[in-house]
């Protein structure tokens, strides 16, 4: 029926840069339970979160009518996303400001490299975002000569460590106090020998630091947290007034923009700002938050840019199941309370996006088609703690269920050895597809006794089981199943017969120990 | 009232036990409880790891098993098979383009309750010592599994129920809405995550002093247990269901048949 054009991209167009694992979760994160430092700081620093947004948001009556609010007009934003963001174009634009449209990482970053070449500039100013870590802007402009300088103080952090951050919201979540002052002795100039690693000594060293690159830059690269279509205002949220700062005194800002970021009006603030500082920092508001709209002649940037990004986001869009994904507003509420994410912290996940938001966000940007990406959506319990502490409702778990299943799908079309797994679930469908197979396999029960030996419990087992028996016993299992001491009791049933051999007495407990 | 047993898979061929102190505190309170031959799994395990294809057949025999007229009401002794039984079957026939199947899971999920849940709301126990004579005198501490506290918003129904028992210690477990790391096939396909979440529970159980830990899912109290036995320690893990059912002419015992972590008393 539809005939292919030569120039049209392929889609869905998946996305690319900071958003695949290099290795399987897992693995990763092993390696990164080894690490006893971090799983300290971690512990410490999700369970003060944890506790902070607990009381903050335990003292709003409407706090699920506000999260039902959020839901309800995320919902409505992506079904009208592409009307929403034309308006947003035409009002971003009437008031002189500039937009670029990007398919992907590599054509953001060409947008920003080109217009910050515009303006002679080799060094620029930044404001945190987690879309420019998402296409890797900084290395890419690092590449081009142009050197970007990190301005929220735990990203100063990070980047004069040259590591990655590990968490949305507090990116060197997994450093300590005294980690900071090494690395700041260590690599930035000018420090004052003597620092101590008290916080408040940390922060002036970074302020006297940041402030010279404030008051000299002439470019500044931001995110945004809101797109308001009905003005094409954009909104920064943060709490350090490091973003004011770049958002104001430059000549020249540009912002990129998750296509997602936007809400259809201005009054939808109302219900995101109390929201997403409740939910992100346990703040009942944050010190700064800044709105602007275009330019405005002698006061504030005066080349004002957005590029709006895609990058995977309308793949995601297309998954009916999945689509409730975008509507993160990057609170970073659900890794605080995740217990993997906890003990793993955000760089097992490979992603610019770490955390159960991660584990579906990713994949569904990227496509499950890596081994890696497609061990993303495994990493969770299914506990159930990220939904209950999202502010936007977003059912996690069962997104994590679907995508689970898109990959076992994806592998079914393959042609490969069954793996252990698909054996074992190919085993269990015949013995829980009927109460008479269930049965039939019951009555091997007895062996397993004999398995377990005299102390009555298993401890080691074959293959994947393998991997329970590495850190946990198995008890021995009973003489009879509990279907066939009812069929004794009750006269035999369909397909379930009494079983000889039976050592249970009506009524009584079996012989065993007091405790 | 008529009341169906769900067994589970894992209470049927592990902890039957667990069953039969169902069955026998729903005959205390004088109903009459049957138990569909047919029944297997809820389908869960197939569910969360993926296999919704799997997952059909699986499905289809619980609805199959269950959808007659010949009870009131069906009670599992596991809060994650009744979650799954509740909200997943439909979406497993949905997703398998199975609209009978559907529209049954429906009527079944709407009868089915966890036992807590059937005992409090519909069969009004508020006092276990009274209603049920129930003795047990031990000191436990009780650890909420994930599905029931967030799936089924079961608060508090298993923790009132324990603590109205005669004789009973309770004591407070910290952090017990922390999960304890099971979660199906992840206790193996991530392995060392599952271990770390169960140590830090088993820490924490260790740490009030109690002789057991009771909670309301076999397969999370398989899990705490065995880290448990293989740490050596001497606390184990029993279901809610046994607790209630003894009673001082007919203790539970503390090891037995299904043995119990530890074991080393």
Known sequence: MSGTFLGMPALPVYGHGNLNATEPFPKAAHRELGNAQLRANLGHATRTIRDKRLHVVSELPDWEDMRDAGSAIKNATMANLPALLEQFEANFTARGGIIHWARDAQEANQVVTELIQATGETEVVKVKSMATQEIGLNEYLQEQGIAAFETDLAELIVQLDRDLPSHILVPAIHKNRSQIREIFLREMEDVDPELTNEPARLAEAARRHLRRKFLTAKVAVSGANFGLADTGTLAVVESEGNGRMCLTLPETLITVMGIEKLLPSWRDLEVFMQLLPRSSTGERMNPYTSLWTGTTPGDGPQNVHLVLLDNGRTAALADELGRTALNCIRCSACMNVCPVYERTGGHAYGSTYPGPIGAILSPLMTGIKSEENNSLPYASSLCGACFDACPVKINIPEILVHLRGVDVDSQRSKVKVPSQMDLMMKGAEWAFSDGAHLNLLEKGLPVGRLAAGRDKVIKKLPGLAGKWTQSRDIPAPPGQSFRQWWAKEHGAADGVEPSVGDQQSEGKQSEGEQA | ?265
């Open chain 2, 1 to 265: 009232m008529k009341i169906a047993l769900f067994a589970t898979c894992i209470v049927d061929a592990m902890y039957p036990r667990t069953a039969r102190a169902t069955v026998s505190i729903l005959e205390r309170l004088g109903h009459e409880v049957v138990f569909p031959p047919g029944q297997a799994c809820c389908g869960q395990m197939h569910v969360n790891s993926g296999y919704f294809k799997e997952a059909h057949p699986v499905v289809a025999n619980h609805v199959k098993a269950f959808d007659t007229d010949d009870y009131d009401v069906a009670v599992a002794p596991s809060a994650s098979c009744v979650a799954s039984v509740k909200h997943q079957h439909e979406l497993v026939a949905r997703r398998c383009g199975d609209a009978a199947l559907e529209a049954r899971a429906a009527v079944v999920g709407a009868k089915t309750y966890e036992l807590s849940q059937l005992l409090t709301d519909v069969l009004g126990v508020t006092n276990a010592a009274e209603q049920l004579g129930s003795h047990f005198p031990h000191t436990v501490t009780y650890h909420p599994s994930c599905h029931g506290m967030r799936l089924l918003r079961l608060g508090d129904r298993q923790l009132n129920l324990l603590a109205s028992v005669d004789g009973i210690e309770m004591v407070e477990l910290p952090e017990a809405d922390q999960c304890c790391g099971f979660g199906g096939t992840f206790s193996m396909k991530n392995a060392d995550v599952s271990s770390a979440m169960m140590e830090d529970k088993a820490a924490n159980i260790c740490g009030t002093g109690a002789e057991l830990c009771s909670g309301g899912d076999a397969s999370c109290l398989m899990h705490i247990g065995g880290g448990l036995s293989r740490q050596g320690s001497a606390v184990g893990t029993l279901h809610f269901a046994e607790i209630l059912a003894s009673t001082l002419d007919n203790p539970v015992t503390v090891a037995g048949d299904v043995q119990l972590a530890g074991g080393r008393r």
